[in-house]
C-alpha cells in the first residue's frame, strides 16, 4: 500500500470535524500487518456533539419530519448506492479485515439488502385494533425511541452497520454509531455515502474511536433512548450496565459456542462440507461461527475422516489470493486464539487436523492455521468458550439425549444446526436446545437478512434482522379514544 487513507475526522450533521482530541489512531491491514491507513480517536466530546446533532435531528430536524415511506425511500436509496460502490467498498473491507474478496463481496450484497430490506419494511410497521369496553376505541401506535446508540465490531463492520442502522433508521429513530477501532473504514465511507442518499443532516452520526473512550462515553450518555450492542459478554455487561443507569433498552448480541449436531442419518458429504465451512468462514471470527462439531458415536470415525480431508485442502491467505480464508483481525486476536488452543492442548486435546497458511501470504500478517481438535474434554475451555478464531471442537455423543446435553453445555445459545434425514429426530432435538435460531439439515453462518436473529443466556438478547429488529427500535403507545 503506497499512500495512507488520512483520518477524515468524525462525522456529524452530514459533515466532517476534526476530533476534539486532535489525535489519530493507526490502521493496520491484517493481512500485511501494515498500517494503512489512520482514523480520528473521537472524545467524549465528539459524542456529545453527536448525540445533540441526533437530538435536533429527531426533534426539531428535517429528519424526524419524514414519514414511513419517505424515509423508506432513502434506506432504498441508501441500498442501490451500496450496489453503485460495491467494489470500491469491498476492497476497503478485504483491507481492513483481511477477509477474501470473495467474502468481502458478499458482504456488499448483504449490506446492500439491509437497506432494501428496511426500507420496503419502513412504512409497513403497523399497529392493533384492542378490543375493550363500549364506547372506547384503542389503538396501537408503534413509534420511534429518538436517538439510538450503535456499538459495533470489526469481524463485519459493513454488514454490521446495516444490521443495526437499517431498521433503527426505518423506524424513525436519529442514530449515533461508534464503530470499531481494529476495523472501520467501511462504516465511515458509508457515513458519506449517506449524504449522496440524501439523509437529512443529523440522522447517521458517525464517532471513530477507542471502546473505553467513544465507547464508554456514548453508552452511559445521559441523552441517549437505547444502545444496540454487538461484541464480547464483558462489554456486554459494561453496555448493560450503563444502559440500566439510564433507564433505557438495549440489544446484546454476544457471540457463542454454536454446534452442529450429526446424526447418523444425516446426509454425510452435505454436513462435512457444512461443519468445514461454518468456521472457516471469515476465519472463524463470526458470532454464529460453528464451532463445535457433535457426531453420533456410530459414524465418529468416519465423519471425522472426512472432515481432516476436507480440512487439509484449506488454506488462509491474503484477501487478493482469495483463499478459503483470510487472517485473524490483530495481533491480540492472533495471540488470544493461539492462547485457546495452548490451553486445549494442555487440557488433553488432540490435533486432528490442521489447514495451511498459503505460501505467500506475509509473515508479519496475522494468520492463524485453522485447527481442529477431538479428544476434547467436555468441561474443558475449548469445548466451552468462544475462540473467535478458525478453531473447531469436534466431540461425539451417544443418542438423542446426550446430543441434547452436549448442545446445551455451555453458557452460550446462539445458532445450532441438526443433521437428520429423520424429520421427526431433527424437530424433536432442535426444539430442546435452547438458541435463537436453529437450521435443520444446513447451518446458515451470516446472511439471512430476513430472519430474526439474537441469543439466548450469554450470547445476549433482542433480535437483530428480519421484522422483529424494527420493534426493539420503536415504542408501542397505547391510544385509548372513549367516544361516548
Ligand atoms: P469488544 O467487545 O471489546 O468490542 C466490540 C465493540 O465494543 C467495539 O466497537 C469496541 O470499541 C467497543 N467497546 C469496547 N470497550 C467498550 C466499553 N468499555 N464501552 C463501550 N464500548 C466498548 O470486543 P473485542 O475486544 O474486539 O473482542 C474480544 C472478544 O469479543 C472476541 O475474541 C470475541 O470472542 C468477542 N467478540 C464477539 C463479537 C460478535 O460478533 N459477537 C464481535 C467482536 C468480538
Ligand atoms: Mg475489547
Known amino acids: 500500500m503506497s499512500t495512507i487513507i488520512p483520518a477524515k475526522g468524525v462525522f456529524i450533521n452530514n459533515r466532517w470535524q476534526p476530533s476534539s482530541s486532535g489525535k489519530t489512531i493507526a490502521m493496520i491491514a491484517p493481512a500485511t500487518g501494515k498500517v494503512f491507513g489512520e482514523i480520528a480517536r473521537g472524545t467524549a466530546a465528539d459524542i456529545d456533539a453527536a448525540v445533540a446533532a441526533a437530538r ?6 428535517a429528519w424526524g419530519k419524514l414519514t414511513a415511506t419517505e424515509r423508506g425511500r432513502l434506506l432504498t436509496n441508501f441500498g442501490r448506492i451500496v450496489e453503485k460502490h460495491a467494489e470500491e467498498l469491498a476492497l476497503l473491507e478485504a483491507t481492513d479485515t483481511g477477509k477474501p474478496m470473495k467474502q468481502a463481496r458478499a458482504d456488499m450484497v448483504a449490506l446492500a439488502r439491509y437497506f432494501e ?28 425511541l429518538g436517538v439510538t446508540a450503535h456499538i459495533i465490531p470489526w469481524n463485519y463492520p459493513a454488514q454490521m452497520f446495516g444490521r443495526t442502522i437499517a431498521p433503527a433508521l426505518a423506524m424513525g429513530n436519529a442514530t449515533v454509531c461508534k464503530p470499531a ?5 467501511v462504516p465511515l465511507r458509508l457515513a458519506e455515502l449517506s449524504v449522496e442518499a440524501g439523509f437529512p443532516e443529523g440522522a447517521i452520526n458517525m464517532v471513530p474511536g477507542l471502546g473505553e473512550e467513544a465507547g464508554a462515553a456514548l453508552s452511559s450518555h445521559g441523552d441517549i433512548d437505547f444502545i444496540s450492542f454487538t461484541g464480547s459478554p464483558e462489554v456486554g455487561i459494561l453496555i448493560q450496565t450503563a444502559a440500566a443507569k439510564n433507564h433505557i433498552g438495549c440489544t ?71 483463499l478459503d480464508l483470510g487472517p485473524v483481525i490483530s495481533a491480540t486476536q492472533r495471540d488470544r486464539i493461539n492462547k485457546m488452543m495452548a490451553m486445549a492442548e494442555r487440557a488433553g486435546a488432540k490435533v486432528l487436523a490442521k ?35 478458525p478453531v473447531l471442537a469436534a466431540m461425539p455423543f451417544e443418542d438423542e439425549e446426550d446430543a441434547i446435553h452436549l448442545a446445551n453445555s455451555t453458557d452460550y445459545g446462539l445458532v445450532a444446526g441438526v443433521w437428520s434425514k429423520d424429520g421427526s429426530r431433527a424437530l424433536r432435538v432442535g426444539k430442546k436446545v435452547r438458541v435463537g435460531q436453529l437450521f435443520i439439515n444446513g447451518y446458515g453462518a451470516g446472511g439471512g437478512i430476513e430472519l430474526p436473529f439474537g441469543g439466548m443466556k450469554k450470547s445476549g438478547h433482542g433480535r437483530e434482522k428480519g421484522f422483529e429488529a424494527l420493534y426493539e427500535f420503536a415504542a408501542m403507545k397505547t391510544l385509548v379514544i372513549k367516544h361516548n
Not at 378490543?131 to 372506547?136: I, R, S
Request: overall charge negative; charged content about 25%; aromatic content about 12%.
Open 56 to 61: 435536533h435531528a429527531f426533534e426539531k430536524g
Open 117 to 144: 430490506y428496511y426500507g420496503g419494511a419502513a412504512d409497513k410497521v403497523h399497529g392493533d385494533t384492542v378490543p375493550f369496553m363500549d364506547g372506547f376505541l384503542v389503538n396501537t401506535i408503534y413509534e420511534p
Open 181 to 185: 477501532e481494529e476495523a472501520c473504514m
Open 252 to 322: 446484546l448480541e454476544l457471540g457463542g459456542k454454536s454446534p452442529q449436531i450429526i446424526f447418523e442419518d444425516a446426509d454425510f458429504d452435505a454436513a462435512v462440507a457444512s461443519v468445514a465451512g461454518a468456521i472457516v468462514q471469515n476465519a472463524g471470527q463470526t458470532c454464529s461461527a460453528g464451532s463445535r462439531a457433535l457426531v453420533q458415536r456410530s459414524i465418529w470415525d468416519k465423519f471425522i475422516a472426512a472432515l481432516k480431508a476436507k480440512f487439509e485442502t484449506i488454506q488462509a491467505g491474503t484477501p487478493e489470493m482469495d
Open 355 to 389: 489447514g495451511k497458511i498459503a505460501d505467500g501470504a506475509p509473515k508479519e500478517g496475522f494468520y492463524v492455521a485453522p485447527t481442529i481438535y477431538y479428544d476434547v474434554e467436555r468441561s474443558s475451555e475449548i469445548a466451552r468458550e468462544e475462540v473467535f478464531g
